[in-house]
């Protein structure tokens, strides 16, 4: 099993930039798919980026692709999302996530899931 603990969402200005930080435990992270969800109030959970256990696949949502990236420490047990141009609709609660078996897209079901991290983004 893995337990995720997110950090490093806070208050920004819109065209700041924010990195959200997820630190796992587990011994065989770097064998796990990684990525991040958002939900906004009101809105649809929304899958954001994932990066597989390789690092040979990446996604990104369309409504982030060009401002944010996703990223992992293997050594320190830590993956990353670096968003950059941040937007008021971008503000949301952002979730990690990891899971044995790499997904993308809509739809997608990840095992195991970090507390969240508020983001907001002012206008």
């Known amino acids: 099993q893995v337990q995720l603990v997110a950090s490093g969402g806070g208050l920004v200005q819109a065209g700041g930039s924010l990195r959200l930080s997820c630190a796992a435990s587990?011994?065989?992270?770097?064998?796990?798919?990684v990525g991040w969800f958002r939900q906004a109030p009101w809105k649809a959970r929304e899958f954001v980026a994932a990066?597989?256990?390789?690092?040979?696949?990446?996604y990104y949502a369309d409504s982030v692709k060009g401002r944010f990236t996703i990223s992992r420490d293997n050594a320190k047990n830590t993956m990353y999302l670096q968003m950059n141009s941040l937007k008021p609709e971008d503000t949301a609660v952002y979730y990690c996530?990891?899971?044995?078996?790499?997904?993308?897209?809509?739809?997608?079901?990840?095992?195991?899931w970090g507390q969240g991290t508020q983001v907001t983004v002012s206008s």
């Open positions: 996530v990891a899971d044995r078996y790499y997904q993308e897209g809509t739809g997608v079901k990840y095992a195991y």
């Open positions: 587990g011994r065989t992270f770097r064998n796990y798919a």
């Open positions: 990066d597989s256990w390789s690092g040979f696949n990446t």
